[in-house]
Protein backbone atom coordinates (compact mmCIF):
# COMPACT_ATOMS: atom_id res chain seq x y z
CA UNK A 1 0.00 0.00 0.00
CA UNK A 2 1.23 3.45 -0.94
CA UNK A 3 2.79 5.46 2.76
CA UNK A 4 1.17 8.79 1.23
CA UNK A 5 -1.89 10.97 1.21
CA UNK A 6 -2.53 13.13 -1.77
CA UNK A 7 -5.70 15.39 -2.37
CA UNK A 8 -7.37 13.81 -5.55
CA UNK A 9 -7.00 16.98 -7.55
CA UNK A 10 -6.30 20.06 -7.73
CA UNK A 11 -6.75 23.40 -10.35
CA UNK A 12 -4.67 25.77 -11.31
CA UNK A 13 -4.19 29.15 -13.32
CA UNK A 14 -1.60 29.33 -16.30
CA UNK A 15 1.09 31.49 -15.18
CA UNK A 16 0.92 30.90 -11.03
CA UNK A 17 2.33 28.77 -8.71
CA UNK A 18 1.02 25.18 -8.46
CA UNK A 19 1.35 23.88 -4.84
CA UNK A 20 0.49 19.99 -4.21
CA UNK A 21 0.39 18.95 -0.80
CA UNK A 22 1.47 15.06 0.23
CA UNK A 23 1.07 13.79 4.20
CA UNK A 24 3.86 10.99 4.49
CA UNK A 25 3.31 10.82 8.49
CA UNK A 26 4.72 6.99 9.04
CA UNK A 27 8.22 8.02 6.74
CA UNK A 28 10.52 5.75 8.18
CA UNK A 29 14.36 8.28 8.72
CA UNK A 30 16.20 6.63 5.33
CA UNK A 31 12.88 7.09 3.06
CA UNK A 32 13.51 9.52 0.76
CA UNK A 33 10.49 11.51 -0.80
CA UNK A 34 10.20 11.28 -4.85
CA UNK A 35 7.87 13.14 -6.80
CA UNK A 36 6.50 11.19 -10.26
CA UNK A 37 3.93 12.82 -12.68
CA UNK A 38 2.40 10.96 -15.85
CA UNK A 39 0.84 12.74 -18.57
CA UNK A 40 -2.39 11.09 -19.94
CA UNK A 41 -1.58 7.76 -21.37
CA UNK A 42 2.55 8.04 -20.96
CA UNK A 43 4.84 6.53 -18.94
CA UNK A 44 5.51 8.78 -15.15
CA UNK A 45 8.39 11.31 -15.50
CA UNK A 46 10.86 12.11 -12.76
CA UNK A 47 10.38 15.00 -11.18
CA UNK A 48 12.46 15.48 -8.09
CA UNK A 49 13.65 13.55 -4.86
CA UNK A 50 14.44 14.69 -1.28
CA UNK A 51 15.56 13.37 2.21
CA UNK A 52 15.03 16.39 4.64
CA UNK A 53 16.55 19.47 2.99
CA UNK A 54 14.55 21.23 0.87
CA UNK A 55 15.28 20.49 -2.99
CA UNK A 56 14.91 22.63 -6.51
CA UNK A 57 16.00 21.86 -9.73
CA UNK A 58 14.96 22.80 -13.00
CA UNK A 59 11.22 21.47 -12.97
CA UNK A 60 9.86 22.15 -9.63
CA UNK A 61 11.33 23.03 -5.77
CA UNK A 62 10.27 20.21 -2.99
CA UNK A 63 9.68 21.52 0.28
CA UNK A 64 9.98 18.98 3.14
CA UNK A 65 8.33 19.96 6.55
CA UNK A 66 10.83 19.60 10.08
CA UNK A 67 9.43 16.35 11.19
CA UNK A 68 9.35 15.37 7.23
CA UNK A 69 5.75 13.87 7.95
CA UNK A 70 4.48 16.14 4.91
CA UNK A 71 6.19 17.94 1.89
CA UNK A 72 4.98 19.95 -0.95
CA UNK A 73 5.73 19.92 -4.86
CA UNK A 74 6.04 23.68 -6.04
CA UNK A 75 5.87 24.48 -9.68
CA UNK A 76 6.66 27.62 -10.20
CA UNK A 77 4.94 28.74 -13.17
CA UNK A 78 2.12 26.02 -14.08
CA UNK A 79 1.78 26.25 -17.96
CA UNK A 80 -1.04 24.05 -19.71
CA UNK A 81 1.67 21.66 -20.48
CA UNK A 82 2.10 20.63 -16.85
CA UNK A 83 -1.68 19.31 -16.70
CA UNK A 84 -0.75 15.87 -15.45
CA UNK A 85 -1.42 13.18 -12.22
CA UNK A 86 1.38 13.88 -9.86
CA UNK A 87 2.51 11.25 -7.81
CA UNK A 88 4.35 11.75 -4.39
CA UNK A 89 6.22 8.29 -3.24
CA UNK A 90 8.45 7.62 -0.08
CA UNK A 91 10.90 4.74 -0.35
CA UNK A 92 14.26 3.54 0.53
CA UNK A 93 16.91 4.67 -2.08
CA UNK A 94 18.56 1.34 -2.10
CA UNK A 95 17.74 -1.85 -3.53
CA UNK A 96 15.33 -4.86 -2.80
CA UNK A 97 10.98 -5.05 -2.40
CA UNK A 98 11.97 -1.64 -0.41
CA UNK A 99 13.16 0.79 -2.35
CA UNK A 100 10.42 -0.61 -4.84
CA UNK A 101 8.00 2.40 -6.47
CA UNK A 102 4.89 1.62 -5.06
CA UNK A 103 1.95 4.60 -6.71
CA UNK A 104 -1.17 5.75 -4.56
CA UNK A 105 -4.02 7.25 -6.85
CA UNK A 106 -1.76 10.70 -6.86
CA UNK A 107 -3.41 14.13 -7.26
CA UNK A 108 -4.69 15.04 -10.58
CA UNK A 109 -3.39 18.52 -11.57
CA UNK A 110 -5.48 20.86 -14.41
CA UNK A 111 -3.74 23.88 -15.35
CA UNK A 112 -6.46 26.07 -16.84
CA UNK A 113 -5.86 29.35 -18.76
CA UNK B 1 18.51 11.55 -18.66
CA UNK B 2 18.12 7.87 -18.91
CA UNK B 3 15.66 6.74 -21.57
CA UNK B 4 13.76 3.69 -21.63
CA UNK B 5 11.94 2.46 -24.61
CA UNK B 6 9.07 0.09 -25.04
CA UNK B 7 8.16 -2.20 -28.24
CA UNK B 8 5.26 -2.00 -29.57
CA UNK B 9 3.80 0.90 -28.47
CA UNK B 10 0.26 -0.53 -28.71
CA UNK B 11 -1.09 -3.71 -29.72
CA UNK B 12 -4.33 -4.98 -30.66
CA UNK B 13 -4.65 -9.44 -30.72
CA UNK B 14 -7.13 -11.74 -30.36
CA UNK B 15 -8.24 -13.44 -27.54
CA UNK B 16 -6.02 -16.66 -26.84
CA UNK B 17 -3.38 -15.21 -28.22
CA UNK B 18 0.29 -14.13 -27.05
CA UNK B 19 1.68 -10.96 -26.93
CA UNK B 20 5.51 -10.33 -25.99
CA UNK B 21 6.00 -6.37 -25.01
CA UNK B 22 10.27 -5.75 -24.69
CA UNK B 23 11.55 -2.80 -22.30
CA UNK B 24 15.02 -1.32 -23.26
CA UNK B 25 17.44 0.44 -20.96
CA UNK B 26 18.83 2.83 -24.24
CA UNK B 27 22.04 4.45 -22.64
CA UNK B 28 22.39 3.06 -19.58
CA UNK B 29 22.53 -0.61 -17.58
CA UNK B 30 19.95 -1.73 -15.97
CA UNK B 31 20.54 -4.89 -13.35
CA UNK B 32 16.65 -4.49 -12.28
CA UNK B 33 13.91 -3.63 -14.55
CA UNK B 34 10.04 -3.50 -13.28
CA UNK B 35 6.44 -4.44 -14.79
CA UNK B 36 3.71 -2.23 -14.46
CA UNK B 37 0.04 -2.30 -15.33
CA UNK B 38 -1.83 0.64 -15.39
CA UNK B 39 -6.33 0.27 -15.93
CA UNK B 40 -7.97 3.54 -17.37
CA UNK B 41 -8.55 5.93 -14.38
CA UNK B 42 -6.59 3.75 -12.24
CA UNK B 43 -2.73 3.92 -10.48
CA UNK B 44 0.13 1.78 -12.09
CA UNK B 45 -0.02 -0.90 -9.93
CA UNK B 46 3.54 -3.13 -10.03
CA UNK B 47 3.54 -6.77 -11.14
CA UNK B 48 7.31 -7.87 -11.21
CA UNK B 49 10.01 -7.05 -10.73
CA UNK B 50 13.25 -8.84 -12.92
CA UNK B 51 16.79 -8.75 -12.29
CA UNK B 52 19.20 -9.61 -14.95
CA UNK B 53 19.93 -13.41 -15.31
CA UNK B 54 17.42 -14.71 -12.83
CA UNK B 55 14.09 -15.39 -12.24
CA UNK B 56 11.53 -12.44 -11.74
CA UNK B 57 9.90 -11.54 -8.55
CA UNK B 58 6.18 -11.42 -8.69
CA UNK B 59 3.28 -9.67 -6.65
CA UNK B 60 0.43 -11.14 -5.02
CA UNK B 61 -2.23 -11.87 -7.01
CA UNK B 62 0.00 -11.88 -10.60
CA UNK B 63 0.16 -15.36 -12.20
CA UNK B 64 3.49 -15.29 -13.43
CA UNK B 65 2.62 -18.63 -15.96
CA UNK B 66 0.15 -16.04 -17.63
CA UNK B 67 2.94 -12.89 -17.49
CA UNK B 68 6.45 -14.42 -18.38
CA UNK B 69 9.08 -12.16 -17.67
CA UNK B 70 12.68 -12.69 -19.29
CA UNK B 71 15.48 -10.61 -18.47
CA UNK B 72 18.35 -11.80 -20.71
CA UNK B 73 20.45 -8.74 -20.75
CA UNK B 74 21.44 -5.56 -18.99
CA UNK B 75 19.38 -3.50 -21.08
CA UNK B 76 16.27 -5.90 -22.20
CA UNK B 77 13.74 -6.85 -20.39
CA UNK B 78 10.55 -8.63 -22.28
CA UNK B 79 6.89 -9.01 -20.80
CA UNK B 80 5.02 -12.20 -22.53
CA UNK B 81 1.24 -12.15 -21.74
CA UNK B 82 -0.18 -15.77 -22.90
CA UNK B 83 -3.50 -16.39 -23.51
CA UNK B 84 -4.43 -13.34 -23.55
CA UNK B 85 -8.11 -12.45 -22.56
CA UNK B 86 -10.08 -9.27 -22.83
CA UNK B 87 -9.49 -8.73 -18.86
CA UNK B 88 -5.61 -8.28 -19.72
CA UNK B 89 -6.50 -5.11 -21.86
CA UNK B 90 -4.10 -2.85 -20.48
CA UNK B 91 -1.28 -0.12 -20.24
CA UNK B 92 1.62 -1.90 -19.48
CA UNK B 93 4.56 -0.04 -18.53
CA UNK B 94 8.20 -0.75 -17.70
CA UNK B 95 10.92 0.93 -15.84
CA UNK B 96 14.76 0.05 -15.47
CA UNK B 97 16.83 1.16 -12.32
CA UNK B 98 20.05 2.56 -13.39
CA UNK B 99 22.97 0.61 -11.49
CA UNK B 100 25.24 3.51 -11.71
CA UNK B 101 22.99 5.65 -9.51
CA UNK B 102 23.02 5.90 -6.14
CA UNK B 103 20.09 7.12 -5.63
CA UNK B 104 18.25 3.79 -6.73
CA UNK B 105 16.75 6.37 -9.87
CA UNK B 106 14.45 4.18 -11.96
CA UNK B 107 13.19 5.58 -15.90
CA UNK B 108 9.91 4.53 -16.84
CA UNK B 109 9.27 3.23 -20.63
CA UNK B 110 6.33 5.21 -22.30
CA UNK B 111 3.88 2.62 -22.19
CA UNK B 112 2.36 -0.26 -24.21
CA UNK B 113 -1.62 0.29 -24.26
CA UNK B 114 -2.47 -3.68 -25.15
CA UNK B 115 -6.31 -4.55 -26.41
CA UNK B 116 -7.71 -8.16 -26.43
CA UNK B 117 -10.87 -8.24 -28.66
Known amino acids: DAKTTQPPSMDCAEGRAANLPCNHSTISGNEYVYWYRQIHSQGPQYIIHGLKNNETNEMASLIITEDRKSSTLILPHATLRDTAVYYCIVRAPYGGSQGNLIFGKGTKLSVKP | ?117
Open chain 2, 1 to 117: GAVVSQHPSWVICKSGTSVKIECRSLDFQATTMFWYRQFPKQSLMLMATSNEGSKATYEQGVEKDKFLINHASLTLSTLTVTSAHPEDSSFYICSARDRRSSYNEQFFGPGTRLTVL
